[in-house]
Structures are given as structure tokens and as C-alpha cells.
């Protein structure tokens, strides 16, 4: 017990931990979206946030499959989000370098609460339990740095330095300390006030998305569609989980389910569920029509995949 909870980890949005998700690999609703693939944040009210290539962000009605209202700013292609502990909701502005803070509690007048100006090419972004914002950064920044800033204000922090590639994923632990992985193979543990890496284990491939299974070992997935199982005390690789023929998708894409199984997305079309202390694949679902993309939860505790061609919530 004192390993698992050593282990709580904490991801883009303040919606509060659901202690049992589960997935039946059949599906709830299948909607059809145009345009290009986009990140989805649910939000804690049960509605949906979906990016786009233009000036606004799409507040979705998931049980309806239908668009509520845009955000819409002068602004172009909103692609990172996280909420506040307030429920407002942050936005990076890949093409502008800028974060936007939306009151989403508002339903009449102007709901932009804040503009705050950046140096980065967003790739990832995680709401840290004070509320500052850890960045992760893309193919064409400058620096594949993580930088730290201020959500009230969009000061810089902390920085940490160690990358040699994008970041796609940054998660925070119960601790404190933050874990990242990147396209430069590794996954880091960082002391995020003395700016120190704490562990870097090295893979074959570059990374997509990682997980804690419940007795704190790390689960990676790779570009090469394996997924890795660590122990990060002694770095020793336990075992490689084969099946996936593609990339696990890259935007939290691995999770634990209620019974301690492990649920994963590829670009191959596909949905596995594993035994992760045997290497079984457990249940394979085949439905999206093209590559997924982002795995997410919902707060029904509902699984929501996203692909360049439709939204699919599971049961």
C-alpha cells in the first residue's frame, strides 16, 4: 500500500482521481469529427474540449455528441490543455506561442479572463498542483527544455534542462517530483526545485506515453508499438508487452483499469487490454475506423478515444 501511494500520479486536469474505470471494448457512442486530429480535455461538468487549426476551441456535449459553443479568440490552433483548480481552463496557442485562461463557468459576456505571451512551441502541458503549468515543447522549438511558469502570470519558474527531444508527456507525483518522456528515448524523474534529474532510464525507440501500474512499476510505450515495464528502484526492464503492429498513440495512451489490468491505444486501429505482470493480452478491440490517437477519461469513467476521424466513447 505505501508503494501504490507513493506512485499517485497526476495528469493535465484537476478532475478528481476516478479510484475505478473499467473498459468492455464495446462501444457507447461513435462520433464523426472533420478536419484534422485535435487534443480532448473532459472536463469535470461531463463536457468535452477539443482544439482546432483555426481561432477557437470546441466545448462538446459528449453525451450528445453535439458542439455546445467555441471559445474563440484571435488567437490560432489552441492544441494543450489543462484545467485550474479553479475550473478555468488554460489553452496553449501553438501558432501565437501564448496561453489563454478561459473562465468556463461563464455563459454570458466575455469569458477570457487572461493573454499570457510565451517562447514555446507547445507539445505537452500538465497543471501542477499549485496550479503552475509544466511545458513540454515540440519538434521546432528552440530548447526541448521543461519550463515552469506562473499560471496567473506566465513567469518562468524553473526550468529543466536534460531533454534532447520533444516532450510528450509530463506527469506530477504525490511527492512533488514531475516525470517526463521524450522522442530522445528516456524517461526522466526531476526534482522540479533544484532543477535536478533524479533517474533517466534509456529505451530502444522514443517514447509516446507511460503509466504507474499499482505496485509503482513504470509502463512505457515506444514508437516500435512495445510497451516496456520498469522498476524504477533497481532500472531493470521486467518485461516487454508485444502485440500493438504500430506506434502507441502519445497523448496519455496507457492506463490502469480498476482490476489492475493495463488498457492501450495505437495508431494500428487498436484497443489492448493486458495482464501487465504476465505479457497476456487480455482483449483486443478493432473498431476505429483510422489510427487513435488520444485515450482519455471521462468523468463517468467512461474511456473517450480520439482519431482524425471520429470521437468514440466505450463502455
Not at 48 to 55: D, E, I
Not at 113 to 141: H, P, W, Y
Not at 181 to 202: E, F, H, M
Request: a positive charge; proline letters at 3%; charged letters at 20%.
Amino acid at each position: 500500500m505505501e508503494n501504490r501511494t507513493k506512485y499517485i500520479q497526476r495528469g493535465p486536469t484537476t478532475i478528481p482521481m476516478i479510484q475505478t474505470v473499467n473498459f468492455n471494448g464495446t462501444v457507447k457512442l461513435n462520433v464523426s469529427i472533420n478536419g484534422n486530429w485535435e487534443r480532448i480535455l473532459p472536463i469535470p461538468n461531463g463536457d468535452l474540449v477539443r482544439g482546432s487549426w483555426r481561432n477557437y476551441i470546441e466545448i462538446w456535449d459528449i453525451e450528445k455528441g453535439v458542439i455546445k459553443r467555441n471559445l474563440t479568440s484571435g488567437y490560432s490552433h489552441p492544441y494543450v490543455f489543462g484545467l485550474l483548480s479553479n475550473g478555468d481552463l488554460v489553452a496553449g496557442y501553438n501558432k501565437n506561442k501564448t496561453l489563454l485562461v478561459w473562465d468556463l463557468k461563464k455563459k454570458s459576456g466575455e469569458p477570457l479572463k487572461r493573454i499570457m505571451q510565451t517562447n514555446e512551441i507547445f507539445q505537452c502541458l500538465t497543471v501542477l498542483k499549485n496550479d503552475d503549468l509544466a511545458i513540454g515543447q515540440e519538434f521546432l522549438s528552440d530548447n526541448f527544455d521543461i519550463v515552469i511558469r506562473d499560471s496567473q502570470y506566465g513567469s518562468i519558474k524553473h526550468r529543466l534542462v536534460g531533454h534532447k527531444s520533444r516532450v510528450l508527456q509530463i506527469t506530477e507525483m504525490e511527492n512533488g517530483n514531475l516525470v517526463s518522456c521524450s522522442d530522445d528515448r528516456t524517461v526522466k524523474v526531476w526534482n522540479v526545485k533544484y532543477g535536478v534529474i533524479l533517474n533517466s532510464i534509456t529505451h530502444t525507440n522514443a517514447l509516446r506515453s507511460f503509466m504507474f501500474l499499482n505496485n509503482g512499476f513504470l509502463v512505457s510505450s515506444l514508437w516500435d508499438g512495445t510497451i516496456n515495464i520498469w522498476n524504477l528502484e533497481t532500472n531493470k526492464l521486467i518485461r516487454n508487452l508485444i502485440g500493438h503492429t504500430s506506434a502507441i498513440c502519445h497523448t496519455y495512451c496507457l492506463h490502469v483499469l480498476g482490476n489492475g489490468e493495463l488498457l492501450s491505444a495505437s495508431y494500428d486501429r487498436s484497443l489492448k487490454v493486458w495482464n501487465p505482470y504476465d505479457g497476456r493480452v487480455k482483449f483486443t478491440s478493432k473498431l476505429h475506423k483510422s489510427k487513435a490517437i488520444q485515450l482519455a477519461v471521462l468523468p463517468s469513467g467512461n474511456f473517450i478515444t480520439s482519431s482524425l476521424t471520429e470521437l468514440v466513447v466505450w463502455n
